[in-house]
């Protein structure tokens, strides 16, 4: 079974602070993503990674940045945490080697700035 | 820019009743997926639909797809309180490595 962790599942921060979101997973797939959900507005796309050092911005990128030294991680950084910011992070991943090409998701990370 | 509609946004259904949750999308798209959330958790794979007129099912819940009318249907038979969740539909646009969101239905099933 396909497997992905976040490093935590409840957060709180500081307006103002440096906020790291980590990610793992252990089917070696090539694609990575970060997608933040709000009620209402479903799913959104903030980063994605298609191999070790390679990034894409998504739909919404503003005030994030990410990271992937490895191919098994991929982090999402908030260089400077806003109240706006305050949502649930999901991180996926996906294998490029199948027909069906799905996204397997971690179990999310909820993320409340003050 | 590729857009995914759902509809209803919220349904609440008697036990034991049948419905559907609709999915429009705007653009060609190579596959479509369903995808349940319960509350507070990640979000897991449903289905995957293919081709037109792919039909898959498990259970009281049955996908199927009509690429020409770019919609895909959810539906659910004698429902079961089990099956209260959010269930998104997500599109692939096309030529990328990139997943476009429904808004999600909030399906609720009371005795």
């Known amino acids: 079974d396909v497997k992905v962790t976040q490093s935590s599942r409840y957060l709180v921060k500081r307006t103002g602070e440096k906020v790291f979101l980590e990610c793992v997973q252990d089917m070696d797939h090539e694609n990575m993503f970060w997608y933040r959900q709000d009620p209402g507005l479903g799913l959104r796309l903030i980063y994605f990674s298609y191999d070790v050092k390679m990034k894409e911005k998504g739909d919404i990128p503003e005030g994030y940045s990410v990271s992937r030294e490895k191919k098994e991680r991929f982090s999402l950084i908030l260089e400077s945490a806003s109240t706006n910011q305050t949502s649930m992070y999901l991180c996926a991943s996906r294998g490029t080697g199948t027909v069906l090409y799905e996204q397997y998701f971690g179990p999310g990370t909820r993320l409340t700035v003050t | 820019e590729l857009k995914v509609e759902q509809n209803p946004l919220f349904l609440s259904m008697q036990e034991g009743k049948n419905y559907t949750i609709y999915c429009n999308y705007s653009?060609?798209?190579?596959?479509l997926y369903w995808y349940r959330q319960d509350p507070g958790k990640s979000l897991e794979s449903l289905f995957v639909l293919l081709s037109n007129g792919a039909v898959k099912q498990e259970g009281r819940l049955m996908a199927s797809l009509d690429t020409k009318a770019r919609l895909s249907t959810l539906h659910i038979t004698a429902a079961v309180h089990d099956l209260s969740a959010t269930y998104f539909c997500a599109v692939d646009l096309k030529s990328t490595d990139k997943l476009i969101f429904g808004t999600g239905t909030r399906l609720q099933v009371f005795p």
């Open positions: 653009t060609t798209s190579d596959r």
